[in-house]
């Protein structure tokens, strides 16, 4: 009898270390994004300053995420000619050409040159002192990740909109769905109209292949949000000693 005794108090003390597994698993630390000056910026064109934290640089098969500047349309995460300027921020950026590196720790850093008007890829005219234009992170090559969503609102001079504090503005996950598709794709085989300002172009591999973005796309930095998807095998753990444990409880309560 004392040796079940002893057999229970080990099965509940492993059940209830499993659950408390599972209980204290904290998400890992947003992504964020910080940009200065975010408000008061000259129409005619100043360069900003852009870092993140946060991010994730295993996500996504270690593709990164495109730093942007433009209005968030509904298909902003798979039109690359909507935006004056972008950059694709990865583990194995850097070294320019529209390329800048994600650190082991998930920061990077680059400097964004924007305006508030200019005429996109595909002819349309962009005035951001009357559409919100923003500073935004977005997974790379067309992914359907929207935990990578990062902006912060920018404010021009004589706009309608503030946009962030007078000094720098820090971004916040930006909420929804992935939206419907529409213009050039952002995906693998994209590639924004030649001659026009353009956005994170798609058309580079992952960085494992050693390819190149797209040229004339100007550096600047953005970060990304969300924790990264886990696994689901500590909670069927947890459901697996409660189980066991529950028919050990049954089976020692039965012997005489």
Not at 82 to 93: N, S
């Amino acid at each position: 009898m004392v040796g079940s005794r002893r057999l229970l108090a080990a099965v509940t003390a492993g059940t209830v270390g499993g659950l408390s597994l599972v209980a204290t698993a904290g998400p890992a630390a947003a992504a964020a994004l910080r940009v200065a000056p975010s408000a008061g910026v000259d129409p005619t064109g100043q360069t900003v300053s852009v870092s993140g934290s946060g991010f994730d640089p295993q996500r996504n098969n270690k593709v990164g995420v495109y730093v942007v500047f433009g209005p968030r349309r509904a298909d902003f995460h798979r039109n690359a000619n909507a935006y004056a300027a972008a950059v694709w921020v990865h583990p194995g950026g850097g070294g320019g050409g529209g390329q800048a590196r994600m650190s082991p720790a998930g920061t990077f850093s680059v400097s964004l040159r924007i305006k508030a008007r200019y005429t996109d890829g595909d002819g349309r005219a962009v005035d951001c002192t009357v559409t919100r234009c923003y500073v935004m992170t977005m997974a790379a090559h067309g992914s359907a990740d929207r935990g990578q969503d990062v902006v912060v609102p920018i404010g021009f001079k004589g706009s309608s909109g503030s946009g962030g504090s007078s000094g720098s503005g820090q971004g916040r996950p930006a909420s929804g769905t992935t939206p419907p598709g529409g213009g050039a794709a952002l995906g693998p085989r994209a590639t924004p109209a030649p001659g026009a300002a353009r956005g994170p172009s798609a058309a580079p591999p992952p960085p494992s292949a050693g390819a190149t973005p797209p040229p004339a796309v100007q550096p600047f930095r953005l970060t990304a949000a969300g924790p990264p998807a886990r696994s689901p095998w500590p909670f069927w753990l947890a459901v697996i000693a409660v189980i066991v444990a529950a028919l050990v409880t049954r089976r020692l309560a039965r012997r005489p």
